[in-house]
């Protein structure tokens, strides 16, 4: 498995993804600014990897602040905070990542700025090694609902590459495999970034997972065929009632699942759960260049001057969902409730 982001001394390298599956080339950031260049043209994306990557270009941008005082040294890296935070807006993770090395740097409010630089390195190294096993967490807890000999939808991407390593959505998929269950993936190709297409494929071929992509528009008639039994998706954030935005498509998905009574699973850690956002219709929804849907790489294919709208994400509302693998457990409806519960059965970990 190929790593998706690493400290290299004191440089953040970056698998660029834009280039996956023809190249392997790595992104050097030097600075923090070179990290929010990264995220907002996804040469990283995926809500879990972006929130890596935000807590690595702190800790990057704040090696570079020279500080005499406590003061002055926090002044300085909260502006690098707001920035950061503010590099895609949907995925909470991001947030997430920003506030904890916030929260780190108040705690350490007694201490030289050098000592507080060196935690900050540190804290986004956990976080790095964090997001693998709490992957494998999900993984472990998502066995128990995937068939043997069955055939599993997925969209966008929600692996390895959406994450520090091993994948949420895919990490489900990944134990199944391990577990020597007989499996197989049906992946949406993901118009328009072709996630699906270009890096859910790459990743389960790497790892000799039998794969098989379609345009997004073929899930409805697999479904009708009966030749899917169940879907797995991850989420860029949860609502407090359970509500999902994940890469745009993921809700006529989950549509298309309970007309044809599939079960639709929603795979995510609990950093991605925002008990701040009472539901769906609060969550920001990314707008990005109408470009991504006119051009096919650098070739025009739509007549010159047609509108073209690029939400990127949507909302899938919670009474689709029959399930939530997170790190503590498959979280079944009322959502409300039970993600309440959860975060507060794992308030140390939620909030470190
Ligand atoms: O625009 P992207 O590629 O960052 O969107 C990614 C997704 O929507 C993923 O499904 C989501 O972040 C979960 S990744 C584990």
């Known amino acids: 498995m190929l790593p998706t982001i690493k400290w290299e001394g004191e440089i953040v390298s970056i698998l660029d993804q834009r280039k996956l599956p023809a190249k392997k080339e790595w992104y050097t950031c030097r600075n923090y600014r070179d990290v929010i260049n990264a995220v907002k043209k996804m040469v990283i994306r995926g809500a879990p990897a972006i929130g890596v990557a935000a807590a690595m270009g702190l800790a990057l941008g704040a090696s570079c602040i020279r500080a005499r005082s406590f003061p002055d040294f926090k002044s300085r890296f909260s502006l690098l905070a707001e920035q950061m935070r503010l ?56 066995l128990r609902i995937v068939p043997e000999h069955s055939t599993i939808l997925t969209h966008c991407n929600a692996g390895s590459l959406a994450t520090a390593g091993y994948g949420t959505a895919l990490g489900v998929i990944r134990a199944a495999h391990e577990a020597g269950k007989d499996i197989q993936v049906v992946a949406d190709e993901t118009r328009p970034w072709l996630q699906g297409l270009r890096l859910t494929t790459f990743e389960l071929m790497e790892d000799n997972i039998p794969v098989t992509v379609i345009a997004d528009n073929a899930a409805g008639t697999l479904m009708r065929q009966g030749k899917i039994d169940l879907v797995i998706t991850g989420a860029d ?116």
């Open 87 to 142: 590099a895609r807006p949907t995925a909470v993770n991001l947030r997430w990542a920003v506030e904890r090395m916030l929260r780190l740097v108040d705690r350490l409010a007694d201490q030289p700025v050098a000592e507080i630089q060196q935690a900050l390195r540190k804290e986004s190294e956990i976080i790095l090694a964090e997001d693998i096993e709490i992957n494998k967490t999900i993984g472990h807890h998502g």
């Open 237 to 352: 954030r949860i609502a407090a009632n359970g509500d999902v935005a994940n890469k745009i498509g993921t809700y006529q998905v989950a549509l298309l699942a309970r007309t044809h009574r599939i079960p639709f699973y929603v795979a995510a850690p609990l950093s991605t759960v925002d008990p701040a956002t009472p539901d769906g219709n609060a969550i920001p929804v990314e707008q990005r260049p109408p470009e991504e849907i006119t051009r096919i790489g650098r070739t025009v294919i739509g007549p010159p001057g047609v509108n073209a709208l690029n939400p990127v994400f949507d909302i899938t509302p919670s009474k689709y969902v029959t399930g939530i693998i997170t790190e503590a457990g498959i979280i079944p409806p009322p959502y409300r409730k039970n993600i309440r519960d959860t975060i507060r059965s794992n308030l140390p970990r939620f909030s470190s």
